[in-house]
Structure formats: C-alpha cells, structure tokens
C-alpha cells in the first residue's frame, strides 16, 4: 500500500528565501506524481505533474524534481513571496487511477 | 475555460438525513474522481468513473455512500443514511486521460451533526 509523507509539516521563512518542500512515497512503482497547492477553504490548484520517466518541471519560479528509485520528490520555490503562503501537497498516482496525498507542508512567508 | 465545479459549497444536516453531492467535471473530461478529507487527515480516494462506467470504488468506505454518473457528464454522490463520521470535505477532480494531469473542484464541505 502506498503511503507518501510530507516533511516539514510547517515552514515559516521570510520573504525572499528559497526554499524546498521534501515528500517521499514507499512504493517507486509511479505512473505519474503531482504537487498542488491548497489555500485555507479553497480546492486544489495543481502546480505541476511529472511523469514517472521524467526528473523534472519546471514552472516560474517552481521546480520540481523526481527521484523514482529512491522514491522522492522535492518542490523548490524560488525567491518566495506572501503570496505563496498555502499548503502544499503531493500526490502520486500508481497502477490504479487514483491519487495518493500526504498530509500537505503548510508555507507560511512573512513580508 | 471553466474549471470543475462542486455543489453545495456546503451542507449542514442531521445524522440520519441524506445528502446529495453534485460535481460538473471539465468539458470532454472523461475520467472523474471523488475523494474526501475527514478531520486531521489526508485527502482519500473514494471512486473513480470513465465516462459513465466505475472503474474503480475501492475507497467506498460503505453501502451508505452512491456515486452516479449518468450520461458521462456530471456526478453524484449520496450519503443515506449520513452519519457523524462522514463530515468532510468532498473534492471532485476530473482528467482528460488516465495519465493526465487531476484538476479539482473547490470542495463540498459537509457538516453532520
């Protein structure tokens, strides 16, 4: 059974700071892995998808980069601003359709 | 291009009374999802339908709970009898292929008293 942890559980850093958010899964046998990003009552956004045959994506100032092998996942954020400031999940989708989340890194940025 | 959308935004009802969710996937999405988040802990996978047919409902947590999706268009989700345990947030997301990126609605939040 897949099961993805998301390390830290909160982060607070000031504006300006790069930074990465860490999620690991037990079972390397990925199709795909996703990162989203939850605002306090809102849905997902999706951020990026990576392919299983994919290191890594990029969008803006978001890089996100794929271990399968050792069953890891970073997202870097670049030069942070108070508007990043949500909950981040990952999420990975193995045989089966479905995603599997981890409990989310909330990102608190201070101005 | 309008994103998924869910309604109610909220339900509040009382334990024993039933609850219908609606979710109304992308345009031309084929694959439609359900999962939830119960206090405190992850987002779950509930069903999973392509087109109109259930591919998989594995995460069902009981007989209580009935997904449908006539026509392949929107779904539905009841909750009959609801119990205190099912309070929640409900998430819809759809995708164009099985592989391809999940793109989800705002929520239903469902209080059970």
């Known amino acids: 059974k897949q099961e993805v942890t998301q390390i830290p559980a909160a982060l607070s850093v000031p504006e300006g700071e790069n930074l990465v958010l860490n999620c690991s899964f037990t079972d390397s046998a990925i199709y795909n892995l996703q990162w989203f990003r939850q605002d306090p009552g809102k849905g997902l956004t999706s951020l990026l998808l990576?392919?299983?045959?994919?290191r890594e994506q990029t969008s803006g100032r978001l890089n996100a980069s794929l271990d399968k092998s050792s069953g890891r996942s970073t997202l870097y954020i670049a030069a942070s601003q108070p508007g990043d400031s949500a909950t981040y999940l990952c999420a990975v989708r193995g045989s089966a359709r479905q995603l599997t989340f981890g409990s989310g890194t909330q990102l608190t940025v201070l101005p | 291009e309008a994103g998924v959308t869910q309604f109610p935004s909220h339900s509040v009802i009382e334990k024993g009374q039933t609850v219908t969710l609606r979710c109304d996937p992308i345009?031309?999405?084929?694959?439609l999802y359900w999962y939830r988040r119960v206090m405190g802990k992850e987002i779950k996978f509930l069903l999973h339908?392509?087109?109109?047919?259930?591919?998989?409902e594995s995460g069902m947590p009981n007989n209580r709970f009935l997904a449908e999706r006539t026509g392949g268009t929107y779904s539905t989700l009841k909750v009959q009898p609801a119990e205190l345990e099912d309070s929640g947030v409900y998430f819809c997301?759809?995708?164009?292929?099985?592989?391809?990126?999940?793109?989800f609605g705002p929520g239903t939040r469902l209080t059970v008293l």
């Open positions: 997301a759809s995708s164009q292929g099985d592989s391809s990126e999940q793109f």
């Open positions: 339908f392509v087109k109109e047919s259930k591919q998989d």
């Open positions: 990576i392919q299983s045959s994919q």
């Open positions: 345009s031309g999405h084929d694959n």
